[in-house]
């Protein structure tokens, strides 16, 4: 999943990133390169993920 993810990312052109940063209310002014959109795009999936994991934590010690 991840993997196709980042695949799917990195096959985007530079205007595409922009656009989907700019989509989400994403600053990304001040990245210079298509390695950067990336990483913020990366490190944005990531910690989406990881809060999906805690909700998920948090729900199954209610459920306990």
């Given at each position: 999943e991840d993997g196709g993810r980042r695949a799917a990312l990195e096959a985007m052109s530079t205007r595409q990133l922009k656009g989907a940063l700019s989509a989400m209310?994403?600053?990304?002014?001040?990245?210079?390169?298509?390695?950067e959109l990336l990483a913020l795009l990366h490190a944005l999936f990531d910690a989406a993920a990881l809060r999906s994991a805690a909700g998920r934590d948090f729900v199954s010690l209610l459920e306990a």
């Open positions: 209310g994403v600053p990304h002014e001040h990245c210079l390169e298509k390695s």
